[in-house]
């Protein structure tokens, strides 16, 4: 597709289980964000991969979220023993790369911890 | 932190009517952007400003960068309903990612 997908759209799970949600950049995009959006909030910057690093993690909230990227293309953002605290709406943007590059954004993942 | 203030939380206003929103912040940010975002949907770009003092239109929309670099503000004219939505103001500062101002929610009124 021409834009940034996501999947899935909706996620609702149990509190303690882990999820994983996905992220497909612009085709040719070497930068890729990942934030999440609170109800009725902004968006909060979780983390950033230049190709297949990520050099800016600062927005990691704990150590029970991590993410990698393969290919330098599809990337997967894990919640490991999810809590309550973690429901939210999770985005990916991507971008070509350069600093003032325009980021575009994906429909986001909604998840709901039970 | 850096954070952005944006005001306001909410408007109601008429059909046709002109609006007007800001965002200002403690420090300073080398690029200022204005998203717009509709339910279920990721924000989209709708103004992008680089320099201080840029002033820039984008049809109905028109932006501005504070001499500062600590504030903007986004106005909209003659206002139709297809304007309903969230609208964050975004700084970018030597870091890549994104900070978000909270959002306004537009309504606009038949």
């Known amino acids: 597709g021409a834009g940034v997908s996501q999947s899935p759209s909706n996620k609702v799970t149990e509190k303690g289980k882990d999820v994983e949600l996905r992220c497909d950049p612009i085709?040719?995009?070497?930068?890729l964000y990942w934030y999440r959006q609170s109800l009725g909030q902004g968006l909060e910057f979780l983390i950033y991969?230049?190709?297949?690093?990520?050099?800016?993690k600062s927005g990691l909230p704990s150590d029970r979220f991590s993410a990698e990227r393969t290919g330098g293309s599809v990337s997967t953002l894990t919640i490991q023993r999810t809590q309550q605290e973690d429901s939210a709406v999770y985005l990916c943007a991507s971008s070509l790369g350069g600093t003032t590059d325009t980021q575009y954004f994906g429909p986001g993942t909604r998840l709901t911890v039970l | 932190g850096q954070q952005l203030n944006q005001s306001p939380q909410s408007m109601f206003i008429q059909e046709g009517e002109d609006v007007s929103m800001n965002c200002t912040s403690s420090?300073?940010?080398?690029?200022w952007l204005w998203y717009k975002q509709e339910p279920g949907e990721g924000p989209v770009l709708l103004i992008a400003l680089y320099k201080a003092g840029e002033l820039t239109s984008n049809g109905r929309l028109t932006a501005q960068f504070g001499i500062t670099r600590k504030d903007s503000f986004l106005n909209i004219s003659a206002s139709i309903p297809s304007d309903v939505g969230i609208y964050f103001c975004?700084?970018?500062?030597?870091?890549?990612?994104?900070?978000f101002g909270s959002g306004t929610q537009l309504t606009v009124l038949p």
């Open positions: 975004a700084g970018s500062g030597s870091a890549r990612q994104l900070t």
């Open positions: 991969f230049q190709g297949n690093s990520a050099p800016d």
């Open positions: 420090s300073i940010f080398n690029t």
């Open positions: 085709s040719g995009h070497t930068a």
